[in-house]
């Protein structure tokens, strides 16, 4: 089983459909990142978050350290959010990201 | 531009073949980490580097792969003797590790084909 996992791994939406991306893990973590990868390779950072919320524009990152859960949600989705989100943890202890699959999302017009 | 660069961004070569790539992380920024990323899935840890020191190394970096970073600055990877399951996406991540931060940014990746 891997130490971060990621569901839905495909999405697919209607633009301004509400859209929330969850990742579970199963190690102590120093953070949990999530990351947005474009075709072509290139990934950006959108949050890094240890406990509650967090939010940038049309975007909203919880996590539960409790539950070990976090989600990404995306309000009013655009075809320009589609991409592949990966959710990655710092490992307690250890200086490495640990990633999850991602989630490829396609949001249509 | 003062983002991580990585070269070459495309690498085709033939199995067998040897392979050199770059990395130059943001310039205040003391870790510099390196990831593979084979295709649909998440990138997975190779290795990183605090200032010139390789402090950790994955057991996916078998001995035909070698990592330096010779003067804490830029970074380079080699791959010895390609195979095809070397193709891959390698991307190269800068942080700095201070009391309140250790967000990695990533640079574009480069895009290795071994054919």
């Known amino acids: 089983k891997n130490e971060v996992e990621q569901s839905p791994q495909n999405l697919t939406a209607q633009e301004g459909e509400f859209i929330t991306i969850n990742c579970s893990y199963s190690?102590?973590?120093?953070?949990l990142h999530w990351l947005q990868q474009h075709p072509g390779g290139g990934i950006v950072s959108l949050f890094m978050?240890?406990?509650g919320k967090k939010k940038h524009g049309r975007l909203i990152a919880t996590i539960n350290i409790q539950e070990k859960h976090s989600s990404l949600h995306i309000t009013a989705s655009h075809p320009r959010d589609s991409a592949v989100y990966i959710c990655?943890?710092?490992?307690?202890?250890?200086?490495?990201?640990?990633f999850g699959q991602g989630t490829r999302l396609t949001i249509n017009p | 531009d003062t983002g991580v660069s990585q070269d070459p961004r495309h690498k085709i070569t033939k199995r067998g073949q040897n392979v050199t790539f770059r990395c130059d992380p943001i310039?205040?920024?003391?870790?510099l980490y390196w990831y593979r990323q084979t295709l649909g899935q998440g990138p997975e840890f190779l290795t990183y580097f605090q200032n010139e020191a390789q402090l950790e190394k994955s057991r996916l970096l078998s001995d035909r792969f070698s990592a330096e970073r010779p003067k804490g600055s830029f970074s380079t990877l080699e791959i010895q003797r390609t195979e095809q399951g070397d193709s891959a996406m390698y991307l190269c991540?800068?942080?700095?590790?201070?009391?309140?931060?250790?967000?990695?940014?990533f640079g574009p990746g480069t895009r290795l084909t071994v054919t």
């Open positions: 978050l240890s406990s």
């Open positions: 310039s205040e920024h003391n870790r």
């Open positions: 190690v102590g973590i120093s953070a």
């Open positions: 991540a800068s942080s700095y590790q201070g009391p309140y931060s250790y967000e990695q940014y």
């Open positions: 990655a943890v710092g490992v307690q202890g250890a200086q490495k990201l640990v």
